[in-house]
């Protein structure tokens, strides 16, 4: 496997790695891999790209997740490497404690995972698991640590609470009210934050939120 490849792939459909960590011996992955890439949205570039694709003109179920596994897949394949993935059958890749331990990401004030550059709004469409070990960067500084928190006020049904997400709360409010303009725009407590919200275009946040509400 090249690296170089590897990350040329990664670009070129729209992708980009927020975060590596090394792999334990409790991690589901093959007995050979080193290191696990966690693989997400290049926004904004990547919405374009996923608007052409068949998978979104298709107009079935789960378009992103069909979209995520035939590229994703398709990667690992060019660069002999295992795709893994946060949805499909039980029991679920741990895609959340992966983000944690690869030092990219945090839990923020309201609980979601918090991005060092992709704020709120960051998400995973995959991982992969790599044989080789690579250089990892554990000192970065959480960008909680110097901010106001406008996310713990932003959500207009204080869905957001140390028992977890409200969603029927949250959902109630998207499908009435919606003061906030939650639907079409995305969540306003994602987009409170100040890192990375000026990535994410409002008509991908919209087709999240259509997603979400199903």
Known sequence: MN??????????????ILGKLKVTKNDPV???????????????????????SKEFKEKEANPLDRWSKRIIDNIARQND????????????????????????VWSSPVH????????????????????QKTEINH?????????????LSACPVDAFTDAGHDVVKCKNHITSLDSCNCKSLGCNTRRACPVGSNLRLSEQSAFHMESFLR
């Open 139 to 151: 000192d970065y500084e959480k960008p909680c640590t110097s901010c106001s928190a406008p996310c």
């Open 30 to 52: 093959p007995k050979k891999a080193k290191t696990i890439l966690m693989i997400g949205p290049d926004e904004p570039i990547f919405w374009k790209i996923f608007k052409e």
């Open 3 to 16: 690296n170089v490849s590897l990350e040329s792939d990664i670009q070129s459909a729209g992708l980009i």
């Open 81 to 104: 490497c295992t795709a893994l993935y946060p949805f499909g059958r039980k029991p679920y890749n741990p895609f959340f404690s992966w983000a944690l331990r690869s030092g990219t």
């Open 112 to 131: 979601l995972a918090i991005h060092k550059d992709r704020g709120l709004f960051v998400s995973f469409r995959g991982a992969l698991a790599i044989n």
